[in-house]
């Protein structure tokens, strides 16, 4: 009888115990397991915008960088679309959007580890949540003499989004993505930061390849909004180099400016951005009039075009420029409209990229290009409450202009001294 040495069967017994790992492995992301990491995905009330959405996405990147103090966390980024203020019909369907359509991911890695979704799911046949919160608010909501941060589950007061299939898991809109499954569903009712939602998901901490979603992401309040961590998040929020380059080309051609001439460069990093940065703004007024939903949503607050045009004149009289930039939701027919309230000595411009170019961009890159425009504008004047507004006095508080030149509201009809915004100045 042959006899085979020692060191063949331990060689052979590895190889076949190496096999069914892989075999394991490989079962176990076709169920959808993750292996490895923690990650933490997150949606929101589908009603809400573009701009919100932007916001809710800091409050979630600050949580989730204090997360990581617990475990090896990774922030899943949600993709964009549908969303309420993206009406374009002629451009194709905006759904299943990735961040990096929009903003420029590598520089969002620098504070916090994310992953798009279609990156997580690209060799998955299925992805399994492990734990899906979905978060409302106390049915019987807080009075203002006691407000206290809480948090319990139990019955949900309206039906989730989900639904239950023949094998006991969950499914739901998930994006659009049919491939995507979850288990152990629960509202959660909430009053409170982000940071009280630790003590639920640090206990994944302790093992690892878990994905826990929350859903509803707008109702926890930001845990440290306009400090250091705010802010570092916010700052990495740069957009995708090629709006940037649009925005640029647009302002050269249109606007006489350009980020030399105006002082608004940046470092190319983020973390290289000084305090002590001072942005000049382009020979150029912006106004952000928004309308649509405010026209009868706020009215009160909201100005006709003959009094905002008189209102950015007066701006434009006062810094001695004649090109007046407007971001707006209007119509054309209410920028020309607009434009013929405006003396002849000022010059309206407005952005209305080709077909081509909105077919590429989509409506949000429209948004976005008109937002670094107004940006880099000598003075902005922005629209009461409005988000899209918010995100423009936060890039020029990032740029370092004077807070005199960017924290302005258009102001209603007969209302020469409206209240102003208040002033969120910039922390490192």
Excluded at 155 to 175: D, S
């Amino acid at each position: 009888m042959m006899t085979i040495p020692v060191h063949l069967y331990i060689s052979f017994a590895v190889l076949v115990a190496f096999n069914v790992i892989r075999l394991q492995a490989s079962q176990a992301c076709d169920r959808g397991v993750v292996t490895g990491r923690n990650y933490l995905m997150y949606d929101l009330n589908p009603a809400e915008g573009f701009n919100l959405r932007r916001d809710v996405y800091i409050r979630i990147a600050v949580f989730v960088k204090r997360l990581q103090q617990h475990g090896d966390w990774v922030l899943v980024l949600p993709p964009w679309g549908p969303l309420p203020h993206w009406k374009s019909k002629d451009i194709g369907e905006q759904l299943k959007l990735p961040w990096k359509k929009f903003f420029n991911v590598e520089s969002l890695v620098k504070y916090v580890t994310v992953v798009e979704l279609s990156d997580l799911l690209s060799d998955k046949k299925t992805l399994l949540v492990n734990q899906l919160i979905y978060l409302q608010h106390f049915q019987d909501g807080w009075n203002d003499e006691k407000w206290e941060e809480k948090y319990k589950f139990e019955e949900c007061i309206k039906k989730p989004p989900y639904w239950e299939t023949k094998g006991g898991l969950v499914k739901g809109w998930f994006w659009g993505y049919e491939n995507i499954e979850a288990k152990n569903v629960s509202c959660l009712s909430f009053q409170g930061h982000y940071k009280k939602l630790l003590p639920i998901l640090s206990k994944h901490s302790k093992t690892s390849g878990k994905v826990v979603m929350i859903d509803r992401g707008e109702i926890p309040l930001h845990d440290d909004y306009g400090g250091v961590n705010y802010w570092k998040a916010r700052r990495s929020m740069r957009y995708s180099d090629h709006l940037y380059s649009l925005a640029n080309q647009f302002r050269r051609e249109f606007l006489e400016s350009d980020d030399e001439r105006d002082e608004t460069l940046l470092p190319s990093d983020w973390r290289d951005e000084s305090v002590e940065l001072k942005a000049k703004g382009g020979n150029y007024v912006c106004g952000h009039l928004r309308r649509q939903d405010f026209l009868y949503g706020r009215a009160s607050d909201v100005p006709s075009l003959e009094f905002a045009a008189k209102q950015l004149e007066k701006i434009a009289l006062l810094l001695d420029v004649q090109n007046i930039f407007v971001a707006s939701d209007g119509t054309n027919q209410e920028m020309e409209k607009l434009r013929s309230y405006l003396s002849p000595k000022f010059r309206l411009v407005v952005y209305l990229p080709s077909f081509e170019t909105r077919k590429e961009i989509l409506d949000g890159g429209v948004a976005i290009v008109e937002q670094i425009i107004c940006s880099r504008a000598r003075h902005f004047i922005g629209s009461f409450e409005s988000t899209f507004s918010f995100r423009i006095q936060e890039e020029r508080e990032i740029l370092g202009f004077p807070s005199n030149s960017t924290f302005n509201r258009f102001c209603a009809d007969g209302n020469n001294s409206c209240e102003q915004p208040a002033k969120w100045k910039k922390v490192m």
